[in-house]
């Protein structure tokens, strides 16, 4: 690594979103600290970008690893300008046997990861009085559909925090923003269908680099996005 300037931080990183939001962060003058569990999955996606991506293992779930990855990209990296949140685990069942366990681990990875990872970054904004939180939310987090409990209900937490965080944080120089994306993301999964009606995620990035560039006079709180042929 390179001398020390501003940096960003995306927790839940992956292909897709991830990659392309990092990407467009990095055009614009940022470092980006690339957290997730897989250690393998990280130095892979990494590797092409040099040194403007540092990848960290970190399980979001865990206070300790997520205080000490923050800390490893503000230290080798520079102070945190972006903090960006997608981590989530998408299960679905029905109610009649829906394991508890994989419920509370849906929650544990959406909505409380999403607390960790927003108190140890907001921490270290807060010092400094400027920062951009952003947490990527879904359809799910404003209705809960049949068999949708491992999704929607960490998702309507998530925004519930984002919400808080935004009252406590927005008077300290904090813009906090909470991201509807209701649409599935080209990629893997969802192969391009060729009339633009999925996200493309490059175009998706510019949304989030956006919301971290806008002017404190016209701070967004909560901002829904889709597709031109989504039903809503």
Known sequence: MTGKSDSAIIAGFGRGLGESTAEALVRDGLKVGLLARSSENLDRIAAPHGGNFLPVPADVTDPEAVEAAVEKVEQTLGPIKCAIFNAKQFLKGSILDFPPGEFERAWRV???????????????????EEGTIIFTGATASLRGNPT??????????????????????????????????????????????????????EELAEVYLHLHKQPRSTWTHELDVRPWCEKF
């Not at 959406?110 to 400094?128: N, Y």
């Not at 409990?149 to 120089?173: N, T």
């Open 110 to 128: 959406g909505a409380f990861g999403g607390f960790v990872f927003g108190q140890a970054v907001a921490k270290r904004m807060v010092a400094r």
């Open 148 to 201: 949708s409990y491992g999704f929607s209900s960490p998702k309507f937490a998530l925004r519930s925090v984002a919400q808080s965080m935004a009252r406590e944080l927005g008077p300290r120089g904090i813009h906090v923003t909470h991201v509807i994306l209701d649409g599935a993301i080209e990629g893997p999964k969802h192969p391009a269908t060729g009339n633009d009606a999925q996200f493309k995620p």
